[in-house]
């Protein structure tokens, strides 16, 4: 299996510019999780979908942060417009119980 | 109060030396605990996965769980230099189901020196 998968790795963007981050879970998995994780705040869970809905959406900072999961392989998460304080890793990850496992993220610089 | 504390360190140990990583929480409902391993530049990997209390033991890995008194351990027997990494942990009241959300501390970053 070749485990999460997320792209693009790295994606440097203009501020007000439209970002798209996109992952593809782990076959067999149930539940999705969006987080991001900066030196000040650690990781911060942005999103939950159980079986493509989404069920907890409390910790997207904004309207300007959306996700969708259309199905059981495939999320997006968009941010429009990017802000600099958006700069950030982000990561996906994917469960059926007994643990998360994560994808090796994507560091998203907005100038 | 946070609901998951962690200390971040730095931790700086000699090579075979006992680390003891700890996490405490105030959420009476978390029932699963994980300790994930990050290097640097990579996403958390899953080390260890617990429910309740209790230990639970993987090789050079030893994780406890005591619900009553809201702590969690991670204990690396023999560390080398390649566990050098921080060290997360995470809890959850109901994982894998419908309010599954996965809560982590901050980390504790680890240095074992050769």
């Known amino acids: 299996d070749a485990g999460v998968i997320q792209s693009p790795r790295h994606e440097v963007t203009e501020m007000g510019q439209e970002v798209t981050l996109r992952c593809k879970p782990i076959s067999g998995h149930n539940s999705l999780f969006w987080y991001r994780q900066t030196m000040m705040r650690g990781l911060e869970l942005l999103i939950y979908f159980n079986n493509n809905v989404p069920i907890d959406d409390s910790g997207m900072p904004e309207d300007r942060f959306s996700a969708k999961m259309p199905n059981a392989s495939f999320s997006t998460l968009k941010i429009q417009p990017s802000e600099p304080r958006d700069s950030a890793v982000y990561f996906c990850?994917?469960?059926f119980g007994g643990g998360a496992f994560f994808g090796q993220g994507t560091r998203l610089t907005v100038v | 109060q946070k609901e998951v504390e962690q200390d971040p360190g730095p931790l700086s140990v000699p090579e075979g030396a006992i680390v003891s990583l700890n996490c405490t929480y105030s959420n009476s409902a978390f029932q699963y605990f994980m300790w994930y391993r990050q290097y640097s530049r990579k996403g958390p990997e899953l080390l260890m996965y617990?429910?309740?209390?209790g230990n639970k033991e993987d090789g050079r890995f030893t994780a406890q769980v005591d619900k009553s008194s809201k702590y969690i351990s991670l204990f690396i027997r023999d560390s080398q230099p390649s566990d050098s990494a921080t060290y997360l942990c995470a809890m959850s009241a109901n994982y894998g189901g419908s309010q599954g959300n996965l809560i982590f501390g901050k980390g504790t970053k680890l240095s074992v020196k050769p």
């Open positions: 990850a994917s469960s």
């Open positions: 617990t429910y309740s209390s």
